[in-house]
Nanobody, 117 residues
Framework: QVQLVESGGGLVQAGGSLRLSCKAS???????????MAWYRQVPGKQRELVAS???????NYTDTVKSRFTISKNNGRRTVYLQMNGLQREDTAVYYC????????WGQGTQVTVAA
């Protein structure tokens, strides 16, 4: 049973930075390494939005609104995906989740990111 545990959120001033982590407990290395892992975010009343993804070869994709500000990475040995967020804006305020883009797992609890003006 794979469990996704997100952490690293918090309250930050506009222009600040946060680094989110997502631990994929129970995911064996041979599954995690080639997996395309992704970060999503959700604002109350809106659909969950795909923010960034990284495939097994390390190729990353970002939604336009976060390009040049966010960086996704993964540590296979730790079964962990990271999201470095710089230049945070109020519009980035949301609950952030991670998941396997191509093989959806049960969602974790997410981590709240709040950007104050």
């Amino acid at each position: 049973q794979v469990q996704l545990v997100e952490s690293g959120g918090g309250l930050v001033q506009a222009g600040g930075s946060l680094r989110l982590s997502c631990k994929a407990s129970g995911m064996i290395l041979s599954v995690f390494m080639p997996a395309t892992m992704a970060w999503y975010r959700q604002v109350p009343g809106k659909q969950r939005e795909l923010v960034a993804s990284i495939d097994g070869a390390g190729s990353a994709n970002y939604t336009d609104t976060v390009k040049s500000r966010f960086t996704i990475s993964k540590n296979n040995g730790r079964r962990t995906v990271y999201l470095q967020m710089n230049g945070l804006q109020r519009e980035d305020t949301a609950v952030y989740y991670c998941n396997d883009l191509k093989r959806m797992r049960s969602w974790g609890q997410g981590t709240q990111v709040t950007v104050a003006a």
